[in-house]
């Protein structure tokens, strides 16, 4: 699986819009951007997945630059609630690829 | 719909013990996962189990052991409990191992202290 990188810290105040930044310039062709978040304490929680196309749920957004080296995770309107370490993973699909390798993340801290 | 469940949720054990974690997965999920998680990290894969058969292993000793069950809820045991294994241990479920990028959820975990 291709290896991602994550600034460790953001801060966004509330009420503002969530911009999350991952860079995975090895990924390969075969392989989605997920996006997962863990709120202290408690078990990741999944908010998005895609493969080059841009892709919008009721959580969030992922944007997913053309040649796919990188993608940016958007928040719309963060609340305090949204405070927590987000992971970007890359994997591959099919057959034994169905572990998650998790990175340190970026620790969003969304302010008052 | 439940989702995926743990038991327990806490749990003290003393050096050279053994511990058994339980997961029911969300329902309609036949595969599951666990992962340690150290404190200020990511959460590290362990193994995953379908079918009842351990599919694929991370970099764990053979000390950390697991069962899948014919309704796909799943234990990990953890022989002669070192220190070093005080972590978050989290179990994750999803669809389906032949395929797809189908995501996982995790449960809350089970919080293990050994002393």
């Known amino acids: 699986d291709a290896k991602t990188t994550q600034p460790p810290s953001m801060d966004c105040a509330e009420g503002r819009a969530a911009n999350l930044p991952c860079n995975h310039s090895?990924?390969?062709?075969?392989?989605?951007v997920y996006w997962y978040r863990q709120i202290h304490s408690q078990g990741p929680q999944y908010i998005i997945h895609?493969?080059?196309n841009n892709e919008t749920n009721e959580m969030a957004s992922l944007i997913i630059t053309e040649d796919r080296k990188s993608s940016t995770l958007i928040l719309p309107h963060a609340t305090l609630r949204d405070t927590a370490v987000y992971y970007c993973i890359v994997r591959a699909y099919g057959g034994a690829t169905n572990k998650l390798i998790f990175g340190t993340g970026t620790l969003l801290a969304v302010q008052p | 719909d439940a989702g995926v469940t743990q038991s327990p949720t806490h749990l003290i054990k003393t050096r050279g013990q053994q511990v058994t974690l339980r997961c029911s997965p969300k329902s309609g999920h036949d595969t599951v996962s666990w992962y340690q998680q150290a404190l200020g990290q990511g959460p590290q894969f362990i193994f995953q189990y379908y079918e009842e058969e351990e599919r694929q292993r991370g970099n764990f000793p053979d000390r950390f052991s697991g069962h899948q069950f014919p309704n796909y809820s799943s234990e990990l045991n953890v022989n002669a409990l070192l220190l070093g294994d005080s972590a978050l241990y989290l179990c994750?479920?999803?669809?389906?191992?032949?395929?797809?990028?189908?995501?996982?959820?995790f449960g809350p975990g089970t919080r293990l202290t050994v002393t």
């Open positions: 994750a479920s999803s669809l389906g191992f032949s395929g797809g990028p189908y995501e996982q959820y």
């Open positions: 895609g493969l080059k």
């Open positions: 090895t990924i390969s062709g075969n392989e989605y």
